[in-house]
T-cell receptor
Framework: SQQGEEDPQALSIQEGENATMNCSYKTSINNLQWYRQNSGRGLVHLILIRSNEREKHSGRLRVTLDTSKKSSSLLITASRAADTASYFCGYGGSQGNLIFGKGTKLSVKP | GAGVSQSPSNKVTEKGKDVELRCDPISGHTALYWYRQSLGQGLEFLIYFQGNSAPDKSGLPSDRFSAERTGGSVSTLTIQRTQQEDSAVYLC???????????????FGPGTRLTVT
């Protein structure tokens, strides 16, 4: 299977703490994307990092990419209760679709 | 502007009945994707449309599943003779450019939650 994997499967932290989620993928990529999903509904795009980039920032989000290890991480700094959601990484499949793992379920407690 | 919309938002159907799920992509988006997400699982890719054409239908789980897209816009996913294992959230996404070397950001609809009883 080409399915990627997010790690950990679940993460519970207190508001104000940082949350780090990891993603491993199995094929060569030209970019990797992170998405957020609330309550099992549609995914919202957070950030895209290209294969020639090692780190990217967007607000409280920091994404790193290590193509030699086929892995990426998403760091959410100073987390808020509103960050509670599932987070998925997605990378390119053969038809332009994205291949997703099972996601990391983040719970931020106030 | 309007995002991707899907209807119905929820559908409960009896085993053996046919269902039709609809997706309205963002206007002008040429690429459209259907995914399925079972409870607590990741997203399973079903089918991709470039314009009205679906080059590869091998991702559809069985021959009970079919999809079409008309006018380069609205798409319908039809499931015939539904089974309990078809219960899932069906998500549609669109993207502004055709697939190529660069995989673009995808814009997802809110999904249709299908329950087969």
């Amino acid at each position: 299977s080409q399915q990627g994997e997010e790690d950990p499967q679940a993460l519970s932290i207190q508001e104000g703490e940082n949350a780090t989620m990891n993603c491993s993928y199995k094929t060569s990529i030209n970019n990797l994307q992170w998405y957020r999903q609330n309550s099992g509904r549609g995914l919202v795009h957070l950030i895209l990092i290209r294969s020639n980039e090692r780190e990217k920032h967007s607000g409280r989000l920091r994404v790193t990419l290590d193509t030699s290890k086929k892995s990426s991480s998403l760091l959410i700094t100073a987390s808020r209760a509103a960050d509670t959601a599932s987070y998925f990484c997605g990378y390119g499949g053969s038809q332009g679709n994205l291949i997703f793992g099972k996601g990391t379920k983040l719970s931020v407690k106030p | 502007g309007a995002g991707v919309s899907q209807s119905p938002s929820n559908k409960v159907t009896e085993k053996g009945k046919d269902v039709e799920l609809r997706c309205d992509p963002i206007s002008g988006h040429t690429a459209l994707y259907w995914y399925r997400q079972s409870l607590g699982q990741g997203l399973e890719f079903l089918i991709y449309f470039q314009g009205n054409s679906a080059p590869d239908k091998s991702g559809l789980p069985s021959d009970r599943f079919s999809a079409e897209r008309t006018g380069g816009s609205v798409s319908t996913l039809t499931i015939q003779r539904t089974q309990q294992e078809d219960s899932a959230v069906y998500l549609c996404a669109s993207s502004p450019r055709p697939s190529g070397r660069e995989f673009n950001e995808q814009y997802f609809g809110p999904g249709t939650r299908l329950t087969v009883t």
